[in-house]
């Protein structure tokens, strides 16, 4: 191990203030962990943190990115939970470990890596032992550092907080990682899924196990669905888009269904007709990822079945930029940076 490490900072808001960074390798305190990180995901949570700052007070110079896979190479002292060569995930809200969500009604808590705390983009971060779980031995780093934020916000919606079942229709709205792996998460618990897309991906969700896909852009849409399900709807459905958006699940969804509220790429003032939301007794959950032992539990589902999640591309570490660009083009799966296996990186999977 060398004493110096490459890490990605920001001197400000916008792309144009990030920096590929030499640093000293960090080390471990009371209870922390040194990570050689193998593995880096990005969200689009990500790219709005480096353009906009997403209205966090940011403490520059910041490292962006949350979703680490790794290996612990170093302990301070009273580490319990993980010892050196153990490969671990990082947790997107490192302080919620189970129960209600931290926060009051005036101020509801947004401590996440990524945003409240530094990021991950580097070679070697430290971190406290309590922010990272276990990562599953049936995936590799580039796979495994898919999980903290879009597997672990859909298996909230559908399963900690949805409790999907075989009986159920869910539908998902696009293919980025949350609604990938939503869909995934869907047919593990034997539901039937309906994914609206763009025409050219039907085939790949399909290959995928969706028992059905629907062009986006049809303009009777919500008919089609209509006619797939009988006019019973969708008892299900993960709201990746916001804006207006939440109005057509309203819409689409079955008397008593469920819908999970989770990205806001189409704006953040989400709006619905009222009537329908009404006399369907539908439930809208705001979804903000979730807590440890639901990733925990995910983990163990992952492992237990042998499900792989869907990478886009992967980028080496150098190639962030490129990397955003890619986000900005609407990916199929999971963009990572691969920031050990270097030569790799680059390759579509």
Not at 19 to 39: N, Q
Not at 70 to 87: H, K, L, N
Not at 94 to 114: F, K, N, V
Request: with cysteine; glycine share 10%; proline share 5%.
């Amino acid at each position: 191990m060398t004493d110096m490490m490459r890490r990605w900072e920001m001197d400000g808001i916008g792309r144009d203030r990030l920096t590929l960074c030499e640093r000293p390798i960090p080390v471990p305190g009371r209870h922390e962990v040194l990570v050689k990180v193998g593995a880096v995901s990005l969200n689009h949570r990500d790219k709005m943190v480096v353009e906009n700052g997403r209205g966090l007070a940011l403490d520059f110079p910041f490292t962006p990115g949350s979703d680490l896979s790794g290996r612990i190479v170093a302990t301070g002292d009273d580490v319990e939970r993980f010892a050196v060569g153990d490969r671990v995930i990082s947790c997107f809200t490192p302080e919620w470990i189970d129960g209600a969500r931290e926060g009051t009604a005036r101020t509801p808590a947004y401590r996440t890596l990524g945003g409240f705390f530094a990021g991950v983009l580097a070679e070697y971060v430290v971190l406290p032992e309590d922010w990272l779980v276990a990562a599953p031995a049936t995936l590799d780093d580039v796979q495994a550092s898919t999980l903290p934020c879009a597997a672990l916000t859909a298996w909230f919606a559908l399963v900690e907080r949805g409790g999907v079942r075989a009986s159920d229709t869910v539908l998902i709205r696009g293919t980025g990682g949350v609604a990938l792996f939503g869909l995934q998460f869907a047919k593990l618990h034997g539901a039937t899924v309906l994914v609206s897309c763009s025409p050219e991906k039907i085939d790949r969700v399909r290959a995928l196990g969706a028992d059905h896909a629907i062009d986006r852009h049809r303009p009777d849409g919500l008919e089609a669905l209509y006619a797939l399900t009988d006019d019973s709807g969708a008892d299900h459905i993960l709201e990746t888009v916001g804006g207006a958006y939440l109005g057509e699940s309203v819409q689409a969804a079955a008397v008593g269904a469920r819908i999970s509220q989770i990205g806001a790429l189409d704006g953040f003032d989400i709006s619905s007709p009222a009537m329908p939301l009404m006399m369907k007794d539908v439930t809208i959950q705001g979804i903000g990822t979730g807590h440890r032992r639901a990733l925990e539990d995910m983990v163990r589902a992952i492992s237990r079945t042998g499900m792989t999640p869907v990478i886009d591309r992967r980028f080496p570490l150098a190639d962030l930029p490129a990397a955003l660009d890619r986000l900005d083009a609407g990916p199929f799966g999971k963009i990572v940076i691969d920031v050990v296996d270097e030569a790799a990186a680059g390759a579509s999977e």
